[in-house]
């Protein structure tokens, strides 16, 4: 209870508790109104004076004590979890810290480095492990946390292998199922999307490299045509031997990197080795 509270403590804090405020006043407005009309019925002002004595006592004991209790759990922050679940507590609070602290500096339009409180959290979650190693609970809040925030699906799935060998309950289980599902269509999606880009990829280099073999082909008669002229033009020559050799460097590397990307392909390889061949 102490991490709850010490998280509303903290979000009406942030707030400066101006909804509260605005709260106050319009019960303490209210119950005046009401105290008014009893005083009038009644010829008295006993209660009203009782009710204005006491208002500003209440609210004054009220703050006092929430900045006390706010600063005594504030203290409590560096000590030793407890129990697996004050480890999850204390874990979503610095989690929601700096999800809070992220947001806020997004709207002024600044940017929040997230890695320094990602790292302090996980080691809080190893700690924990390595102090209650027969936890199933803190294991599963570890991988959980490695899928969601680190984004290391390899570090993820150790975590789940670890979570297995404890023998858990039948419900946390189902948490490993239902995570090695989502983790697996991720998984999927990244793999097909991976195998869209290999086969865009593989397309573009090979139609270069047709391109390419042609160009190179062009130059290559361009360039012995004119050697083997009974009067050359010298000054030609270099620029054409240049011309057919960037024309044949551009298409062996475009039909390697086609063959890279489509391993499968019964086409490219075989006029690769045409094209190294004729030239």
């Given amino acids: 209870l102490r991490y709850l509270s010490l998280c509303l403590i903290d979000v009406l804090f942030r707030l400066e508790f101006v909804w509260i405020r605005s709260c106050c006043l319009w019960i303490m407005c209210w119950a005046s109104i009401c105290l008014a009309l009893t005083d009038l019925e009644t010829k008295s002002v006993g209660c009203t004076a009782a009710f204005v004595v006491c208002s500003p006592i209440v ?5 006092s004590i929430a900045h006390i209790r706010r600063a005594q759990l504030k203290n409590t922050l560096n000590a030793e979890p407890q129990s697996s679940f004050e480890v999850e507590l204390l874990a979503r609070f610095c989690v929601q810290r700096m999800l ?11 940017t929040y480095d997230i890695g320094p409180e990602v790292e302090k959290v996980e080691k809080l979650y190893r700690e924990a492990v390595s102090r209650f190693p027969d936890s199933a609970l803190v294991q599963w809040f570890l991988s959980r946390f490695i899928f969601e925030f680190v984004n290391n699906i390899y570090n993820g799935y150790v975590a789940l292998e670890k979570l297995d060998m404890l023998n858990p309950l039948p419900d946390i289980q189902y948490l490993i199922y239902r995570e090695r599902a989502l983790s697996m269509d991720n998984l999927t999606a990244k793999a097909a999307v991976r195998d869209i880009m290999s086969y865009m990829l593989g397309e573009r280099h090979s139609a270069k490299a047709a ?3 042609l160009l190179a082909t062009n130059k290559k008669i361009r360039f012995w045509s004119e050697l083997c002229q009974s009067n050359p033009v010298v000054e030609n020559i270099p620029s054409l031997s240049l011309e057919f050799r960037n024309a ?4 062996c590397y475009h039909y390697e990197m086609a063959i890279k990307y489509k391993r499968t392909d019964t086409h490219v390889m075989p006029r690769y080795i045409r094209f190294l061949h004729e030239n």
Avoid: I, N, P
Wanted: overall charge negative.
């Fill in 100 to 110: 809070l602290e992220s947001e806020r500096l997004e709207a002024l339009g600044e």
């Fill in 248 to 251: 044949l460097s551009s298409a």
């Fill in 59 to 63: 609210v004054l004991v009220s703050y």
């Fill in 211 to 213: 391109a390419s073999d």
